[in-house]
């Protein structure tokens, strides 16, 4: 078993039994993925308990249709098969669900904080009794595999236990005054109706870790989620109904791809909207805070990614290989934070390759239902054709492929090594999104930093050393957010998750999390006796 993997990667790997070096590569690769099982697509649906699989919008407390009755399909990866139709909402039910966030603002903001807990911690119990049918969801529309469908509801309800516990202490200060008969006092407070636009690779956590803290210190949201994955979405607000949350305090916007920028020009131009959070590429986070621009609203951004994963001479193999892995193929390639670039030193360049390239190849590719399967499908086929280009354009440029590189079937993608990878080549300027590791070989740790920071995104780096001085050195010298030290999962409720330059704004998560949802205000109390 290979330290540094998460438990999710762990409950879907089979046991390697310790025996992890194996400089030859495996069998040869399956030609088609495993399938689910003996049910099919039809009856997992028809299995899902009907309160969680929601078709229909949820705005302003009430389930409702498009004005217009028009509906776009949610599609399963791993199949193509159609899931449910929802609702394709535009600008005038997305103001209607503003205004209603409006509407439930001032109630909401001035319960009492333990109030405003309650509901929240409420949900998250219910999202754990109910973590079966909601990762099921998860798997059909997203792809995931199964335990890391589980694992992702856990995190997700994480968010709201988190913020449930924070609603109670978003306290203020008193500053001891410059003169005797003033008091200063400092309190924090709710932005107000707030947006939230959240991404299809985490179509649960993304939800709750912006609506969690939102609501726990008093603001409303509208909620617009990825057009791929709006199900797990719309279970959450349900949920969230039955936890007691009263109506307009969360709203779901549901939209196909077309009515994204009318969906987001609504949100983004409506005076009553105070605050944007959006978690996406880095192109649509630079348009969306240009439209903000214009009224001045607060945004946080989580954009992309271009991680460095470096292994020093000096690291442990065993788990620098095992941090890679999980890094790398978690969610098949398809997170912000996964290893873009594995930069490794030449002295432990040839047996990190071998044995990284073994484990690669004997990963099992399948259907999220299938047993023990560690990596499912790309998300739809642009995702599959962009991986398709940059494999095309680092072996034009000169890279030579270990193992993989081709599609078996559909959408799935063979999990993939590539060697000798260029900082001009595409894999290493941009995200590649996809179960394909590039690695580039460095002579120094100089020359390794500046590498890693030869980019304009700086979102999450990871090193492996097991030298101590090193260790402080180089992560003092990362220009990132976040960066993992021999660990290649660095995701957790309790930290403040978020990134520098074109990274994005604000952190999400963690205690730090709440004030990217208050303001601060300022209260001059003049006219008192002196304090005495
Ligand atoms: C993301 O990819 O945006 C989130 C990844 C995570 O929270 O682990």
Redesign the pocket.
């Known amino acids: 078993m290979l330290p540094g993997r998460s438990d999710a990667f762990l409950t879907a790997a089979p046991d390697h039994g310790g025996e992890l070096y194996s400089p030859a590569l495996p069998e040869p690769e399956p030609a088609t993925v495993a399938r689910g099982g003996p049910r099919g697509i039809v009856p997992r649906v028809a299995m899902l308990a009907p309160d969680l699989l929601r078709t229909q919008a949820f705005v302003g407390g009430r389930w409702v249709d498009a004005e217009s009755g028009e509906t776009f399909a949610v599609l399963n990866p791993a199949t193509g098969d159609e899931i449910a139709r929802v609702p394709r909402l535009g600008a005038s039910e997305t103001r209607t669900a503003v205004a209603s966030a409006a509407e439930a603002l001032p109630a909401w903001r001035t319960r009492p904080a333990k109030e405003r807990a309650r509901v929240l911690a409420r949900l998250a119990s219910l999202m754990a009794d109910r973590s079966d049918d909601l990762a099921t969801l998860l798997v059909l529309e997203q792809g995931k595999p199964l335990a890391e469908a589980r694992t992702e509801i856990s995190?997700a309800l994480s968010f709201c236990e988190w913020f449930a516990e924070e609603a109670k202490r978003v306290d203020g200060t008193i500053i001891p005054s410059p003169s005797a008969d003033r008091r200063i006092l400092v309190t924090r407070e709710p932005i107000g109706v707030t947006a939230g636009i959240t991404?299809w690779?985490?179509p649960s956590?993304?939800v709750t870790?912006k609506s969690a803290p939102a609501l726990a210190v008093g603001c409303t949201m509208v909620l617009k989620p990825a057009e791929q994955t709006p199900l797990s979405a719309l279970a959450v607000a349900a949920l969230a109904e039955e936890a007691g949350l009263p109506p307009g305090v969360l709203s779901i916007v549901t939209g196909a791809a077309e009515d994204a920028p009318l969906i987001g020009a609504e949100l983004t131009s409506d005076p009553l909207v105070r605050k944007l959070s959006f978690?996406g590429s880095t192109a649509v986070g630079k348009l969306l805070m240009r439209q903000c621009a214009d009224q001045v609203k607060k945004v946080s951004l989580?954009l992309g990614?271009n991680a460095p994963f470096i292994v020093f001479d000096d690291a442990d193999l065993d788990i620098a290989v095992g941090a890679a892995l999980v890094c790398k193929f978690?969610?098949s390639g398809?997170?912000?934070?996964?290893a873009n670039r594995l930069l490794v030193q030449s002295g432990i360049y040839d047996a990190f390759v071998a044995r990284f390239a073994a484990e690669v190849s004997a990963l099992r590719v399948a259907d999220g239902f299938a047993d023990d399967v560690q990596v499912g499908p790309l998300i739809d086929e642009p995702a599959v054709g962009k991986v398709e280009e940059h494999v095309a354009d680092a072996l034009e440029r000169g890279a030579e492929m270990v193992t993989g590189g081709t599609r078996i079937e559909g959408q799935f993608y063979r999990p993939s090594v590539l060697t000798g990878v260029g900082p001009e080549m595409r894999m290493s300027r941009e995200e590649t999104f996809g179960p394909v590791a590039a690695i580039a070989r460095f002579d120094t740790e100089e020359e390794a930093i500046a590498i890693a920071n030869a980019t304009p995104y700086g979102l999450a780096a990871y090193y492996m050393t097991g030298d101590l001085a090193r260790a402080w050195r180089v992560g003092a010298a990362l220009e990132y957010g976040i960066v993992g030290v021999n660990t290649g999962l660095?995701?957790t409720e309790v930290a403040p998750?978020g990134g520098v330059k074109e990274s994005g704004i604000g952190r999400e998560g963690s205690s730090y999390g709440v004030d990217d949802w208050v303001e601060l205000k300022y209260w001059a109390v003049g006219g008192l006796a002196p304090a005495g």
């Open positions: 995190y991404p690779n985490f956590a993304m870790r978690t989580e990614g978690r969610n398809q997170t912000c934070v996964s660095i995701s998750f």
